[in-house]
């Protein structure tokens, strides 16, 4: 996060765009300080701004505590309250990364997916759920639960997107064993079929889209599909860009009075624990986040590009944190001089 206030600074500095930031906190530091995840006064601010950056919530420390008050509570609290139910999740194979991506050059150069995943709904919030006694046992349940009106907006949204891009949208759920996969399937197809017939849209079964998008990934464009399956197919399809730290999200609502949908932007890693606090983590996926809030809130798609050629520009020059790096090795840099060497693009961008 520190890496972004540097960037929305060099926008006041070098571009005369002020943006209006505040900060709250969210997740283990917000538990530490006020017992609690997410306070109210913090979810009343996220309602009224134009766009949320997160930074990622969670760790070990907290793993013990109280399911409800645990600090991925409080994200999905957000997402919840603020109903940001389509999450895209590019993901993006840049040139210089396409050597060191764990599957074969070929199959990852030029990569440019799109993972549309429900986040508001599904086996994340269906009821009943809970972990209740059954005879002298436990039993854990969760409930996976979708209506219509929510798979047919995540869907409109899916078709949306990809009418701007290749104009291609593969659906993925599990149709052959969950009723909701069925439901899932009918209501894609009819709301292709009514408003997105100039579409081309496949369907798939999300165990075989998972095969699918480690052997062939390019033969995607969108891919939509709900919490659960969307959770887990983007974080490999992360792999097939080389990392877990070069991939943002946003997580987009109903429109605002001004007309923008409402918005959270955040990678798509946690808060990886085993590097926290070492300088070693890659700042790339929380600065692209930052540039999809540019493209999507702020009506600046032309800066977003900027700052997304700044990041390629400085992967073509080498530039590579500790993740961006082979068994081979070589020398990393830290967080904060990645971030530098992004400004230094930006400023030679101008
Ligand atoms: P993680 O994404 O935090 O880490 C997985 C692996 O990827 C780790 O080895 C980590 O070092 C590496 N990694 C992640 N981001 C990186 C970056 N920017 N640069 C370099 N390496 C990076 O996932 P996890 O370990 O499964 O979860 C850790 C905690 O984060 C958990 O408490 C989990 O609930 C939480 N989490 C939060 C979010 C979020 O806030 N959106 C997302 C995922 C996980
Ligand atoms: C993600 C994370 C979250 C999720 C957790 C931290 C609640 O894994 O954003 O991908 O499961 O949605
Ligand atoms: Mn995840």
Redesign the pocket.
Known sequence: MAEVKKIIGWFGAKRGVQFDVTEDLV??CAYDAHGTPLTDATMAKAQEVDAVL???????K??KLDFSV???RG?LRLRKEMDLFSNLRPAQCFDALADFSSLKKEVVAGLDIVIVRELTSGVYFGEPRGIFMEGNERVGINTQRYTESEIARVARSAFELARKRGNKVCSMEKANVMESGILWRDVVQEIHDKEYPDVELSHMYADAGAMQLCRWPKQFDVIVTDNLFGDLLS?AAAMLTG????LP?ASLGAPMANGRPKALY???????????GTG???????ILSFAMALRYSFDMGDEATRVEKAVEKVLADGVR????LGPEGGSPVS?SVMGDKILAALDASL
Do not use: F, Q, R, W
């Not at 990392?243 to 070069?246: E, F, P, V």
């Not at 798509?268 to 624990?273: C, N, Q």
């Open positions: 997740g283990g997160l930074g990622a919530v969670g760790g070990p907290y793993d645990k600090p991925e994200l974080d990392s877990l730290g070069m999200s955040e990678p798509v890693h946690g808060s990886a624990p085993d590097i926290a070693k983590a890659n700042p790339i996926a929380c944190t500790a993740d961006l967080t």
